[in-house]
């Protein structure tokens, strides 16, 4: 019997409004939206575009800075415009649920993971707390997390980014919503993990006949989950179509815009010379958290010029080879050399100009920058404490800086990093990399949070900022399309070791590793079939076989 597909959600003439300099100004104007019961809605547009202003409009909430200024949403016959706080509140927390991008910043750090999936369904009396505890344990087992019996009980800190969002991503469904609003729920995964979470998604959907709206800016990934595509830009509403028709025939400029992005690749160079010094040389590093080995015997070298990408799935130990060469994580035995001397295996024994050389940029700019700090103060600060920099010249410096990475010094200077969009955010970023003068940079993950325009436009400043200063740059990444577009060696690691290296194009030619194939054979299409096929030709039926450990 076919499933009731009637309407859960219908929003009409959505107007929001934003706070700009003690002005109100509209930021969407008047979109329409209808979600059946069991149906995904993709929306997709670059940052700014208002995906996840209405993403959070659907729950009649909007956030700081923000109001609902006309319209109607109406949810299973409530106006949501006119309920209540108070019972917006329980709506929200049963019926309704958010998984945001930023798993690291939603959570509790003081609580355990399980707790906190845990509270609602127990405050609005869906299940007991054990109850509730063996449910999350299913969802955990269900999300590919390890350990399942255990990882909930450890606290946010104690896991990886990409398991925490899996976790967040479970306690989303544990009051079994009637709709889930999902704001880039995969980004911070790898792509072997991106495939069971987003298998686990399509189950949940379909099993509860939830409704899901699922905000995006990569299209291969709305492809496989979204039944409807919407495309936003700049806050109104560009076409929309079923999927098929979106993906095969866009009418619009605007979208066919998007389907060619990624286009960007950076100038092919010459093989590092084998008698030049590398940069950074790091040879047979073992490193441990605690008695737990994480690496053994890493050995890779970055040249001057040069971009070395370090792939894999999340714990494979990408970001602890980083911590490694910046002293945060001292080895258990090896040497990490720069320039040729061996470098003290911690920080705190480093010289000043030995860690001015080596800068970080990081994934989130949204928590690595700190809020209550003007941006001239951001990157003010390492220019004046590596360069000795005060007054004019302090300030002189930080406008060279803002131009170099594109961004107008007299409109940024004063500004908050609440007001910036979330690329301008991460070149704020690369200005405070850059601030110290460096030699060698670390980009870990710089592009994973943000809409394919804007990624490609901070490849390229990345890209251009190399040729100019002959930085190096070690890239961490899950996304294989950012390491073709900007590296020249790749490393794959796996489990704390490294299964292949070399250079870009012999990396991406056939033989591979299996696991090397497996990395590259689940980089999703821009096909609405392809997770049901591959699925099927990995043997994978349901999200309970996509669950078992793909290693095995």
Same mark, same amino acid.
């Given at each position: 019997m076919a499933r009731e597909k009637s309407v859960l959600l219908e929003i009409k003439d959505l107007h929001i409004e934003g706070r700009v300099d003690e002005k109100w100004i509209e930021i969407v104007h008047g979109v329409d939206l209808t979600l059946h019961r069991g149906e995904v809605l993709g929306l997709i547009g670059e940052s700014g575009a208002g995906k996840s202003t209405i993403g959070l409009a659907a729950m009649g909430f909007a956030r700081d800075g923000c109001r609902i200024s006309g319209g109607s949403i109406e949810f299973d016959g409530m106006e949501l415009t006119s309920t209540p706080e108070s019972d917006l509140r329980v709506l929200r927390g049963s019926r309704i649920a958010y998984v945001a991008q930023s798993a690291a910043a939603s959570f509790n750090p003081s609580h355990k993971i399980i707790d906190q999936y845990t509270e609602a369904p127990v405050q609005y009396r869906i299940r007991k707390r054990m109850e509730s505890q063996e449910d999350a344990i299913e969802l955990y087992r269900r999300l590919r997390l390890p350990n399942p019996d255990e990882i909930g009980f450890r606290y946010p800190h104690q896991v990886s980014g990409g398991q925490l969002q899996r976790a967040m991503t479970a306690m989303a469904m544990s009051c079994r919503p009637d709709?889930?609003?999902?704001?880039?729920?995969?980004? $911070?995964? &790898?792509?072997?993990? =991106?495939?069971e979470v987003l298998a686990a998604i399509r189950d949940i959907v379909d099993q509860f006949n939830t409704a899901a709206i699922y905000i995006t800016h990569d299209l291969a990934v709305v492809a496989q989950m979204a039944d409807t595509i919407k495309v936003l830009l700049k806050g109104d509403e560009v076409e929309q179509a079923d999927t098929?028709?979106?993906? *095969?025939?866009? =009418? %619009? +400029?605007?979208?066919?815009?998007?389907? $060619?992005? /990624?286009?960007?690749?950076?100038? =092919?160079?010459?093989? $590092?010379?084998?008698? +030049?010094? @590398?940069?950074?040389?790091?040879?047979?590093?073992?490193?441990?958290?605690?008695?737990?080995?994480?690496? %053994?015997?890493?050995?890779?070298?970055? #040249?001057?010029?040069?971009?070395?990408?370090?792939?894999?799935?999340?714990?494979?130990?990408?970001?602890?080879?980083a911590r490694c060469i910046t002293g945060l994580l001292p080895p258990t035995s090896g040497t990490i050399e720069f320039k040729g001397e061996v470098l003290p295996a911690s920080y705190k024994d480093r010289t000043k100009d030995q860690l001015r050389q080596a800068q970080m940029i990081y994934q989130m $700019? *949204?928590?690595?920058?700190?809020?209550?700090?003007?941006?001239?103060?951001?990157?003010? /600060? @390492?220019?004046?404490?590596?360069?000795?920099?005060?007054?004019? &010249?302090?300030?002189k410096r930080v406008d060279e800086l803002l131009d170099l990475i594109e961004l107008e010094p007299r409109q940024f200077y004063e500004r908050f990093p609440a007001e910036l969009s979330g690329g301008q955010k991460q070149r704020i970023g690369i200005a405070r990399a850059l601030a110290a003068d460096p030699t060698f940079i670390i980009c870990d993950e710089v592009t994973s949070a943000l809409d394919q325009l804007v990624a490609e436009g901070i490849l390229r400043l990345l890209d251009n900022l190399q040729q100019e200063l002959n930085l190096a740059y070690m890239f961490i990444t899950h996304d294989l399309a950012t390491v073709r577009a900007i590296a020249d060696e790749v490393v794959v690691m796996k489990d704390g070791r490294i299964i292949e290296k070399g250079?870009? &194009? +012999?990396?991406?030619?056939?033989? #591979?590793?299996?696991?090397?194939?497996?990395?590259l054979s689940s980089v999703p299409e821009m096909d609405p079939d392809w997770l049901t096929t591959l699925l099927e030709e990995r043997g994978v039926d349901n999200v309970g076989e996509a669950a078992r450990d793909h290693q095995s």
């Open positions: 709709l889930i609003i999902f704001d880039e729920p995969t980004t $911070a995964l &790898d792509v072997t993990t =991106q495939i098929r028709t979106m993906l *095969d025939s866009p =009418q %619009e +400029e605007y979208t066919k815009s998007l389907w $060619a992005v /990624r286009s960007f690749r950076s100038a =092919q160079k010459t093989p $590092a010379d084998p008698s +030049e010094t @590398p940069v950074v040389s790091m040879k047979n590093v073992d490193a441990a958290y605690g008695d737990i080995k994480v690496l %053994e015997d890493i050995s890779f070298d970055i #040249h001057s010029g040069r971009t070395v990408a370090v792939v894999g799935e999340s714990g494979s130990g990408k970001s602890t080879a $700019a *949204d928590t690595a920058l700190n809020p209550k700090k003007r941006i001239s103060e951001i990157i003010g /600060r @390492p220019a004046a404490f590596y360069g000795n920099l005060k007054g004019a &010249d302090l300030k250079p870009k &194009d +012999e990396m991406f030619t056939p033989p #591979h590793d299996p696991y090397t194939d497996l990395l």
